[in-house]
């Protein structure tokens, strides 16, 4: 789980994706695909995940199937996009897909490591000396291995719990939990959104392209697009497609939508173009998603490095106001 959080880890998978899509849309088997990429893997830590998953395929599994046996390797919204592609006869699509994914996620967090290595050196070097004339007056070791040590302790723990929480492979509800907080954060929730929207039209058009029934490919659709939110709203439309509506009436009255996509999508539903609404909604949303993703690596480190100067100048400011008050106290003695 530890390379998913590095830029190395996520380019890795990237890359895997996208020789698997490439060996795919050659028109190589989907066997003689991994086994070509067991022989050459892209990393060496990738060879004995593939070599199960071509365990699984002669086992007469699905290639979902097989990655769910690696769940510890294979993150949920992958295989849900995978099944999504299995279903629709698009996988070489599915895993072009991801590979963009994980390619602007190792760009987005390679950008976020380099900004914040300042800040987070200058944060490191303050908490030990601002504590130092405490220390050079009251001779309390502890106190200042409290203060310096005890808070980047305290900071590496929330920094841990924070990424832990964020892991896709939690439960549903958690995950829920999650994105009703990230909706709230400027940017980073609207960048979300926007990416499982772009998720959901990709999906929802490769699956509807092969003839996949309405009210089978909007559920298949949704769980591709990692969204608990959009997973709930869509999981109770199924008894009234059956009854008649339409999805485009159904997201108008669900507020899980934007205006927008659901304006396009009836557009589609109306002219019998749908295929090019969703080729277009995917485009919009994708290239409007990692773009906001791109905002967000670079201002966080800049955030953090505003925070840190204003600790540091009311650490200086207190302790000037210490000196003046025991300076002020001798005088009058």
């Not at 991801?98 to 490191?124: C, D, G, K, M, T």
Request: charged share 15%; with cysteine.
């Amino acid at each position: 789980m530890i390379d998913r959080l590095s830029p190395a880890g996520s380019r890795q998978r990237a890359l895997f994706y996208r020789q698997f899509s490439t060996l795919l849309n050659a028109g190589f088997p989907l066997i003689s695909a991994l086994e070509h990429l067991s022989r050459n893997p892209t990393t060496a830590r990738f060879k004995s995940p593939i070599l199960l998953l071509l365990q699984g395929l002669r086992d007469n599994l699905t290639l979902s199937d097989s990655l769910e046996r690696l769940r510890d390797w294979a993150p949920v919204f992958d295989i849900a996009l995978i099944r999504a592609g299995e279903q629709s006869g698009t996988l070489d699509r599915a895993l072009a897909a991801l590979a963009r994914h994980h390619e602007s996620q190792a760009n987005n967090l390679q950008v976020l490591l380099r900004e914040a290595i300042y800040p987070a050196l200058v944060l490191h070097v303050a908490l030990f000396i601002v504590p130092l004339p405490r220390l050079f007056q009251t001779g309390q070791i502890g106190f200042y291995l409290l203060q310096s040590i005890g808070t980047l302790l305290a900071l590496y723990s929330v920094g841990a719990f924070i990424a832990a929480a964020l892991q896709p492979d939690r439960s549903p509800s958690w995950q829920a939990f999650i994105e009703r907080l990230q909706v709230h954060i400027p940017v980073w929730g609207s960048a979300r959104a926007d990416i499982a929207l772009a998720r959901l039209a990709g999906s929802l058009h490769a699956l509807l392209s092969a003839g996949i029934l309405v009210t089978k490919a909007w559920p298949l659709a949704a769980h591709a697009s990692g969204s608990p939110t959009l997973i709930r709203v869509v999981n109770l439309w199924e008894p009234l497609l059956l009854a008649g509506s339409t999805p485009a009436e159904l997201m108008a009255g669900s507020g899980a939508f934007p205006d927008f996509f659901a304006s396009a999508y009836a557009t589609g539903e109306v002219s019998g173009r749908l295929d090019e609404q969703l080729r277009s909604l995917e485009k919009l949303h994708e290239t409007e998603g990692f773009r906001k993703l791109s905002i967000v690596s670079r201002w966080c480190p800049r955030l953090l490095y505003g925070v840190v100067a204003i600790w540091i100048a009311v650490q200086i400011f207190t302790m000037a106001g210490g000196y003046v008050g025991t300076l002020n106290q001798l005088l009058g003695d």
